[in-house]
């Protein structure tokens, strides 16, 4: 199937999202999309000082040669997060007080207000956002325009993130990352000319973060398989069906090669449609984002910075591919099941261990919160092993179907020029260990560790990873 045939057929099953257009040179359709999409209305240009010469300037003529000029606001600042002071900022940009804006992005002891209070009445007044950046950008234009009722235009300027195209903006918020729901961009328009011109390191990133999917898909399908979290086939299809496509030219995305860089584009779009199909991130994070998270709620840096989401899902993803090839040696049909659910520990007690696991975490009741929603009776873990055993050998072959080896994922992102060592974040070993029960816990979403945990064989598929031989064998702490 051709890139417009997918993509035709996945924005049928995108809620939010109307236009998406990809190819070198499609920015000059802004103007024209803004026009069909926005009759009327004013738009303001929101870049920063590396989007603004990328693309940002050359869309402001766009826009004055068609007839509608448009206004711009620049961020001032080389390095910037999602955080909620921006947010407030952009609220200003849309209202028109762009020198409000301005005060807000300077003010550097800013006290955050509360995001309940956010929300306006829409206006035809207040300017349609034309985000042109990355992943910050997009995200803080994505929450300003549904807290004024409004849609707004995305011009991607690097393929770093699925976010362009996903509900919700992660944001910091109250000193934790927190995901504020909102509505996809009604538009993207993608100009490859732009994004395959992005600094390597946020392509290889992007890279990283499509790459997840394929631990990903994996977990959902012992989700799946666990009743727990059915597979929802249209989500599941325009992305998973093409995945291992879009991921076959990693020296491509290492040279800035237009076709592969639009694939990878590609890719991450259509997992951000899934995650829209869907109404839940599924399909595209599973384990293999949760150390990222990890690493964002304690704020962690390396050489005094922080580290790109998909940098530090490129080492979630490697790890989660080792646990598969552990799992894959074992041989479950095999099972004891009497003995795993005579093993099972209560509701209780697995809510006294996540308490003492996240008891000096920076959300210190998130893992009582989660295992509470996520766990099963012993009739139910029962059931669960059965079928599992029953099971295996077929379920066995589908699941080494999608998930990569370690060793392929790993030379895939050495080829991309992504992380494929945890010391290239600041990470050792022993801490990408010493994650492992706080993953298995902090989301209530059924991943590989809780079947494992059911089965008995949690210590069977996380030890040998960190053991000598293994993916990360912490004797050869680099
Ligand atoms: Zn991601």
Redesign the pocket.
Same mark, same amino acid.
């Given at each position: 199937m051709e890139a417009k045939e997918r993509i035709a057929n996945s924005l049928k099953f995108a809620t939010d999202t109307k236009v998406f257009e990809m190819g070198q040179g499609v920015a000059a359709l802004a103007p024209k999309v803004f026009a069909e999409l926005f009759p009327g209305r004013k738009g303001v240009i929101v870049a920063d000082v590396n989007t603004w010469p990328a693309l940002g300037e050359k869309v402001e003529a766009l826009f004055a040669a068609a007839g509608n000029p448009v206004e711009k606001y620049i961020i001032d600042k080389q390095e910037f997060h999602a955080e909620w002071k921006y947010v407030e900022m952009v609220d200003k940009v849309v209202e028109g007080d762009f020198a409000a804006a301005k005060a807000i992005e300077n003010d550097e002891n800013h006290v955050e207000a509360d995001a309940k209070q956010a929300f306006r009445e829409p206006s035809d007044k207040n300017y349609i956002l034309i985000s042109v950046g990355s992943g910050v950008i997009n995200d803080l234009c994505k929450l300003c325009s549904h807290h004024h009722g409004q849609q707004y235009l995305t011009l991607p300027t690097a393929a770093s #993130? $699925?976010?362009y195209s996903s509900f919700g903006s992660s944001i910091s918020y109250q000193n934790a990352k927190q995901t504020f729901t909102c509505p996809a961009p009604v538009a993207i328009i993608a100009d490859i000319d732009v994004i395959a011109a992005a600094p390597k390191e946020m392509t290889a990133a992007g890279y990283a $973060?499509l790459a997840?999917k394929v631990p990903a898909g994996a977990e959902w399908m012992v989700a799946d398989l666990m009743a727990a979290e059915p597979i929802i086939p249209p989500a599941w299809h325009m992305l998973q069906d093409y995945l291992d496509d879009f991921l076959s030219n990693p020296a491509g995305v290492a040279a800035g090669d237009p076709k592969a860089v639009a694939d990878l584009f590609e890719g991450l779009t259509l997992s951000g449609f899934a995650m829209q199909a869907a109404r839940s991130s599924r399909p595209?994070?599973c384990c293999d984002?949760l150390f990222s998270h990890i690493l964002d709620m304690t704020h962690h840096r390396f050489k005094g910075k922080l580290q790109s989401?998909?940098f530090q #899902?490129s080492i979630g993803t490697l790890t989660m591919c080792a646990v598969f090839d552990e799992l894959f040696k074992l041989d479950l049909t095999k099972l004891d099941v009497d003995a795993a659910v005579a093993a099972w520990p209560t509701l209780e007690s697995e809510q006294q261990r996540a308490l003492a696991i996240f008891k000096n975490f920076p959300a210190p009741d998130l893992g009582y919160t989660q295992i509470t929603m996520k766990y099963d009776a012993a009739r139910n873990v029962r059931l669960q092993l059965n079928v599992l055993k029953d099971k295996w050998p077929a379920f066995k072959k589908a699941l080494q179907g999608q998930v990569w080896p370690f060793a392929k994922m790993q030379e895939a992102f050495r080829i991309a020029g992504a992380p494929y060592d945890p010391s290239q974040i600041g990470v050792t070993r022993q801490m990408l260990k010493d994650m492992f029960p706080t993953v298995q816990l902090m989301r209530f979403r059924y991943n590989v560790l809780d079947l494992a945990k059911r089965g008995g064989f949690y210590d069977q598929i996380v030890e040998p990873v960190f053991a000598a031989g293994g993916a990360w064998d912490l004797a050869k702490e680099k």
């Open positions: #993130v $699925d976010g $973060d997840a595209a994070s984002h989401h998909g #899902v």
